[in-house]
């Protein structure tokens, strides 16, 4: 896979594409990232990307030649371009899991106040992670890119995400390590009775009860499901 960014802020990927996971997938060809300053495009005599917005009211807005011109550099036949802001669709696991299959996805950040609502017209999807407002678009793109490339086959073990957190919509079941005992807190017997149907039943039932607990709306409605 192939995943583009385009950021007015390229050094903020530095950390996220040098480190564990995302960096080993990169090495072994999993997959491609590559940071595009926006201001790389800017046709502007001073590379500026963004200006007052109309009406006023608005700090400064993001312009369209830029973005434009850079969607138009990279795109090829079988991308998918995806702005992120917090208006788009919010971001769920079913989506990190119908994503994972693309070959090819350019995500936009988009910074200050906002982008002039024509850069709109170039997306086939504005994604959100949440309700509540970051300053740009780059950490959600590092979340979005994140758990994607976790889900490409090869990436991390299958057996590490058939369980994960929000599959068949539950939350995953508790895990435990060494020691069997610590500070009077103890590992489950059965975890330790090498009895593997009686750990499967154990696992389920355990996911099933946090779910209940914490996150009952999982169990009412079925849209995380990966
Ligand atoms: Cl994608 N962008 C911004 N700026 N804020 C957000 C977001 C995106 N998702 C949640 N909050």
Known sequence: MKVDILTIFPEMFEGFLTTSIIKRAIQNKFVDIKIHDIRKYS?????KVDDYGFGGGRGMVLMPQPIFDAVEDLKKENTKV?????QGKTYK??????????KHLILICGHYEGFDERIRTLADLELSIGDYVLTGGELASMVITDSIVRLIDGVIEKDSHLNDS????????PVYTKPVNFRGMKVPDVLLSGHHANIKKFREEEALKKTQKRRPDLLENGENNG
Do not use: C, G, R, V
């Open 43 to 47: 046709k502007n005599p001073h590379k």
């Open 82 to 86: 995806i702005l992120m802001t917090p």
């Open 166 to 173: 929000f599959n068949n919509n539950l939350l995953d079941y």
């Open 93 to 102: 696991q079913k989506m990190a899991y119908d994503l994972s299959k693309e």
